[in-house]
């Protein structure tokens, strides 16, 4: 119902943009015009960092480790979150606990620049998510689970603004579509070696809601430095068939790259993330009692926070018109907040290949 | 039927996109062409250059193309020659203006050039910071340039004040 909502939504606005990319692009149009013209053309249009081509393909994969536990701003050992035999089980220990999740992400995607002003992208991405576990449970020492599969599906309408000189404004509608599995399940200690039950929110491969895609964002080329910044979020829509919906997602980020020459670009990123706990509770997670939560990753309460995050990239070019392109990302966070007893983020890693054509 | 429209009107729109893949280059190369129709070359008058400007590239040089198109496109009467060279470095070229790319850096002496008068032009990130005399780069979503005025004192060539006030950089 939302996305068709959405479409409807797009289509009318598509409808109203210009088509024209570009108002001369005849060599003897050109030849005719005054440099004050030349310099006035709007060349690079809404696709500047595509280079000017109406295509795109990109391939990104994204790699990130959570491990060491932390409850707000402060670090727990594991002796503090995992429950002992013989000591007191309060709602802040547990009989099961992570202690390493590993995520990455491959993500297909393609775009579309249908005018100068509005580009279309889809997103398609493969999950593979592992997580190593401790437990007092007999048989369950220590175990591994792992699931993987394609996640949620993004599609997302660019919009750029009227603006002049160096400045770039776009406004991005995007939705993300429930494909991504909530029903993975493993070997759990829930019920003994050898049954599968559904595994916790962080195991599974999508949200399950229809989720609206908003962004903004904004940008400046200078003769060697570009610099800009980007405000996104992930709203979620209703509650999964699992009764639950995931938190909101709201991201602050600035961005400044020096142009070394046409080849190579590094650059660096701040960002902001703040992500709302997790609304409703799968109850399949749960187990009967005063303490119905046997690890924290199934606790819906431990899910969200604050996170703050520096990035060092460089974009690497194969040919001058940089139709080919490289970038690489490490991310790395230098101040977390988290709600309730969580699994700390590390460090994350990000390659791609786009190419425009 | 309303959907088979919108299909139609976005995969026109997409036609017209994709019409002008090699708009960069062209309006590059027609910046080149305009900047040069500003400056006077020692002895010689404005409206002479025009007719006589030799512009030359390195025949491997990504704006190749949308020069010779820009060549082919002029008008009688307000020509430029295009000159195709094998290799600047260690080469007498007789130019106006000579456009590098940035892989011709490492074999040019850019000091000498702007002695004997060649106008350097490139669209290489810190061209002029390294001596060059035009650098071509993006401003946001429009074309713009710097300038580097050594080589009015070099060679007596001269930039005419319209240059100048639309340069983004002049040093």
């Known amino acids: ?357 | 039927m309303r959907y088979v429209t919108i299909l139609l009107l976005v995969f026109s729109q997409g036609l017209a996109a994709a019409a002008v893949d090699d708009a960069e280059s062209l309006v590059k190369a027609s910046v080149v062409y305009n900047i040069a129709r500003f400056v006077t070359w020692p002895e010689k008058s404005n409206e002479e250059n025009a007719a006589d400007l030799i512009i030359c590239i390195q025949n491997d040089n990504h704006l190749v193309t949308a020069l010779s198109d820009l060549a082919a496109a002029q008008a009688r009467g307000d020509t430029f020659s295009l000159r195709l060279v094998e290799r600047f470095g260690g080469q007498n070229v007789d130019c106006h203006v000579a456009v590098l790319s940035e892989d011709d850096l490492d074999q040019v002496d850019l000091s000498a050039m702007a002695r004997d008068a060649i106008l350097t032009i490139s669209d290489t990130a810190e061209f002029v910071n390294a001596g060059g005399s035009i650098e071509i780069s993006r401003v946001g979503r429009n074309m713009g340039f710097s300038i580097n005025r050594r080589i009015e004192e070099l060679s007596g060539v001269l930039l005419s004040s319209q240059i100048l006030q639309l340069a983004q950089k002049v040093i």
């Not at chain 1, 999508?206 to 996104?232: A, E, H, K, P, R």
Request: hydrophobic content about 35%.
């Open chain 1, 1 to 357: 119902m939302l996305f068709t909502k959405t479409i409807r939504l797009i289509i009318p606005l598509l409808l109203l943009l210009p088509a024209k990319a570009m108002p001369q692009t005849n060599p003897s149009e050109l030849v005719g015009l005054t440099l004050e013209e030349l310099l006035s053309i709007n060349v690079y249009g809404g696709n500047a960092l595509n280079g000017g081509k109406p295509w795109f393909l990109q391939y990104a994969y994204r790699s990130l480790e959570i491990g060491g536990y932390q409850h707000g701003t402060n670090r727990l050992n594991l002796e503090e979150v995992s429950f002992s035999p013989g000591s007191a089980r309060t709602a802040s220990n547990y009989p099961v606990v992570p202690t390493l999740i590993t995520q990455n992400i491959h993500a297909f995607s393609t775009g579309y620049r249908v005018s100068e002003s509005f580009s279309v992208s889809v997103s398609v991405p493969l999950i593979e998510q592992d997580t190593d576990h401790y437990s007092i449970v007999p048989g369950f020492s220590e175990f591994n689970i792992a699931t993987d599969g394609i996640g949620d599906i993004a599609l997302n309408g660019s919009f750029i603004l009227p603006s002049s000189g160096s400045h770039i404004y776009t406004v991005n509608v995007g939705v993300s579509l429930p494909t991504g599995s909530i029903d993975e399940t493993g070997d759990t200690p829930r019920n003994g070696p050898g049954t599968f039950e559904r595994l916790p929110y962080t195991m599974q491969l999508g949200s399950g809601t229809y989720d609206l895609l908003l962004s903004t964002s904004f940008s400046n080329s200078g003769q060697v430095i570009d610099y800009g910044g980007s405000l996104n979020s992930i709203i979620r829509q209703g509650t999964n068939d699992n009764d639950y919906r995931l938190g909101n997602n709201y991201a602050l980020r600035g961005w400044a790259t020096y142009r070394w020459n046409q080849r190579f670009q590094p650059g660096v990123a701040v960002s902001f993330r703040h992500t709302d706990d997790i609304q409703g509770m799968d109850l399949g997670l749960t187990v009967p009692g005063p303490f119905p939560f046997p690890a924290s990753i199934t606790d819906p309460d431990n899910f969200g926070g604050k996170k703050a995050k520096v990035g060092f990239n460089a974009r690497i070019c194969v040919q001058e018109s940089c139709d080919l392109s490289f970038l690489f990302e490490i991310n790395k966070p230098f101040y977390q907040d988290l709600n309730g007893i969580q699994v700390r983020e590390k460090t994350e890693i990000a390659l791609s290949a786009k190419f425009s054509f």
